[in-house]
Structure formats: C-alpha cells, structure tokens
C-alpha cells in the first residue's frame, strides 16, 4: 500500500521529489490514507 505512493517507484521515501511530478498520485495517496489509515 505504502509503495502505491510514487506508482511503486522508490516507495514512499521519495514522495518529496515525486510530489512535484505526480501530485496527483500525492493527492490520491493522502486520500487513501485518511481514509484506511496504517495500523
């Protein structure tokens, strides 16, 4: 779920430097998170 951040590419260590290119997947990811937040 959490490589699911950056479409699996580099995880979610990264989101910084792909939040520029795929904010959309940012904005899709941050959704997902409030919505099934990780236990």
Same mark, same amino acid.
């Given at each position: 779920?959490? $490589?699911? &951040?950056?479409?699996?590419?580099?995880?979610?260590?990264?989101?910084?430097?792909? $939040?520029? $290119?795929?904010? &959309?997947?940012? =904005?899709?990811?941050? $959704?997902? =998170?409030?919505?099934?937040?990780?236990?």
């Amino acid at each position: 779920m959490h $490589q699911a &951040t950056t479409g699996g590419v580099g995880g979610g260590r990264h989101r910084n430097s792909r $939040q520029k $290119q795929r904010s &959309t997947m940012a =904005v899709a990811h941050r $959704q997902a =998170v409030y919505a099934r937040p990780p236990v």
